[in-house]
């Protein structure tokens, strides 16, 4: 049933009014920060109050300008979109809070937190789009605002790191729109509100370019190898931005526009028919190994965590690849399970960078005796990225595992395996270093401000509840079934 209301675009417009407000606020630290932390919640309830709606089959749509018939900018809150809009506003008030703690003593921090706020309106925005051209929108203007953030410290580092993102960044926006343009001239219409627009009258052939057009543009973003070069180089930026880029937005729109093109563009019926998601199933596998294995030798903390980013993504597009229910479940989930435990590490690698200057893993040695909550929501998060069960990593690799053997391609559940071992090869180190090594110096308990100790135990907290509330009804792990159901007409 869909209901036309008018929150499908309130919520991302919530953002925009903070980020005005913001940069009107000046130098004034209590408005900018109150306009954050109150945009911030106003945007949470309001996507939490069509969550139970949601689960009922309620689909949520708003026409906002229509440009030419047929193609305007429009709203649309179906169970995919609901999904990912609830994780990135969740994680998004989260962020703030940590954000305001980590950012005390920095400069330029109007321009940071204005931007900041831009580029989950536009998160939100690319959940809630109805068509491509909406959610192409969405996704250049998310580009252009992360970029002032990527370059926030101006060194000649930051700048390289900056052109380098930009290039990457626009060359697979201008691919999007090539196959959104496409996409329109082949089936009269880019709406995202079926599962799957395009038939096989438009040609094997046309169908093929069409489809490698899109996915090399939002798999820029995705960071599927070998796409990735922007991902380790940006993480220059502050460690918010970092956990923004890797968690709440960046990278997740480029997953979720693989998903979008994969289920609502073509379908599972042509895909299946056309066979070209076997390649892109390869490519995915391959990206989960390399970049685990690139991970293994990187002493920096973030530039490790960046690697594992690139393999965990790729979780994602491999699950829509397999074309089967229990993968698709798998790919939609980990939206939300990569999302909170890699936010957690990120939050992690921030407190003991502003607490003790450390950034080198070798450095870490019995940093758990200093800050043992802190390296406690490490330890949670590590645990669910190996598929320790009662985390929430443990439920992507079963439901990715099954999916594998219920589309007859095992060999992905031998790379489920495999990646199981190469994030234990690279998390336990880190974990033994903090716990089990002699501190270099002295041990007393040091945690950082409240205001980044609170989100990251809150999102290490989540790590398990995701793990552990599946068979709970009105959980996320629900939202998942029910896009499920509707791709694939259960």
């Known amino acids: 049933m869909e209901v036309v209301d008018a929150r499908v675009a309130i919520a991302p417009a919530i953002s925009l009014l903070c980020a005005a407000l913001v940069f009107a606020a000046a130098d004034h630290t209590f408005w900018r920060r109150f306009f954050s932390l109150s945009a911030a919640l106003a945007k949470l309830i309001i996507v939490m109050s069509m969550l139970p709606g949601a689960l009922k089959g309620v689909v949520y749509t708003f026409d906002l300008v229509e440009f030419t018939p047929g193609v305007g900018l429009a709203f649309r809150a179906d169970a ?7 994780v990135s506003s969740t994680l998004w008030l989260f962020t703030s809070i940590y954000a305001i703690g980590y950012m005390e003593r920095e400069p330029n921090r109007r321009r ?3 931007f900041f706020a831009l580029c989950v309106s536009t998160t939100v925005g690319v959940a809630f789009a109805e068509n491509l051209l909406t959610l192409f929108l969405f996704y250049e203007t998310l580009t252009i605002c992360t970029y002032p ?15 380098t993102y930009l ?26 509100s079926q599962p799957g627009i395009l038939t096989m009258e438009a040609g094997r052939t046309t169908l093929t370019a069409l489809f490698v057009c899109l996915i090399a543009g939002f798999g820029v973003k995705a960071a599927i190898m070998p796409l990735h070069g922007w991902l380790p180089t940006a993480m220059v930026a502050p460690t918010p931005v970092s956990a923004l880029l890797h968690a709440v937005a960046v990278v997740k729109v480029g997953a979720f526009g693989v998903l979008r093109t994969i289920y609502n563009v073509f379908g599972v019926d042509l895909l299946q028919e056309l066979g070209v998601c076997d390649w892109l199933a390869a490519l995915a596998g391959i990206t989960i190994i390399a970049a685990s294995v690139i991970a293994i030798f990187q002493d920096n903390f973030k530039r490790r965590l960046a690697f594992s980013t690139i393999s965990q993504l790729s979780y994602i597009v491999l699950g829509a690849a397999l074309l089967s229910p229990l993968a698709a479940t798998a790919a939609i989930v980990h939206i939300a399970n990569q999302a909170f435990a890699k936010i957690t590490m990120f939050f992690v690698a921030g407190s003991i960078q502003r607490t003790t200057g450390k950034t080198a893993i070798h450095e870490f040695a019995g940093i758990g005796y200093r800050m043992p909550y802190t390296m406690g929501a490490f330890t949670v998060a590590a645990l669910s990225f190996i598929g320790i069960p009662l985390f929430a990593g443990f439920v992507t690799k079963w439901y990715l595992s099954l999916g594998a053997l219920e589309s007859d391609q095992w060999i992905y559940a031998l790379v489920m395996l495999g990646s199981s071992l190469l994030n234990a090869a690279y998390w ?32 290490a907290a989540y790590v398990l509840l995701l793990g552990m509330t599946v068979s709970v009804p009105g959980m996320p792990f629900a939202l998942a079934q029910a896009a499920v159901k509707f791709v694939f007409g259960m």
């Open 112 to 114: 940071f937190f204005g």
């Open 167 to 192: 290039a990457y960044t626009l060359t697979g926006g201008a691919f999007v729109l090539l196959g959104s343009i496409w996409t329109y001239q082949l089936a009269g219409t880019m709406t995202l």
């Open 80 to 86: 995919l979109g609901m999904f990912f809009a609830v």
């Open 149 to 163: 953030l990527v370059v926030h410290d101006e060194t000649p580092e930051a700048m390289r790191a900056g052109r």
């Open 428 to 459: 336990l180190p880190i974990i033994y270093t903090a716990f089990f090594k002699s501190p270099r110096e002295d041990a007393l308990v040091h945690e950082a401000h409240w205001t980044m100790l609170g989100p990251t135990l809150l999102c």
